[in-house]
């Protein structure tokens, strides 16, 4: 197993910027997909980001453009969201599954606590 803890959140202005970390301990010797995930208020939690072991990222459609995912040969994650919007709001999830790739459908059974992230107008 892998545990991973976010950091990072935080209030921001719309526009503003902000950067997640997603330390990752444990069983980091194996092939995991990564990846960023976050719930606004009142709404299910959804896909932000992902990358695989080789480096390919996939994001949202409301994101691509502003917001940039990155990990290290640690297992370490990282989100670098410029241009920051109010529907950016929400918890931010750190999230882990075994396999190189992050193709097919797969649930994601391992999650960090999140981190909050507030922008205002």
């Known amino acids: 197993q892998v545990q991973l803890v976010e950091s990072g959140g935080g209030s921001v202005q719309s526009g503003g910027s902000l950067r997640l970390s997603c330390a990752a301990s444990?069983?980091?010797?194996?092939?995991?997909?990564m990846g960023w995930f976050r719930q606004a208020p009142g709404k299910e939690r959804e896909e932000v980001a992902t990358i695989d072991e080789n480096g390919l990222t996939k994001y949202a459609d409301s994101v691509k453009g502003r917001f940039t995912i990155t990990r290290d040969n640690a297992k370490n994650l990282a989100l670098h969201m410029n241009t920051l919007e109010v529907e950016d709001t929400g918890i931010y999830y750190c999230?882990?599954?075994?396999?190189?790739?992050?193709?097919?459908?797969?649930?994601?059974?391992?999650w960090g606590q999140g981190t909050q992230v507030n922008v205002s107008a």
């Open positions: 444990g069983n980091t010797d194996s092939s995991y997909c």
């Open positions: 999230a882990a599954r075994w396999g190189t790739y992050c193709t097919g459908p797969r649930p994601f059974p391992f």
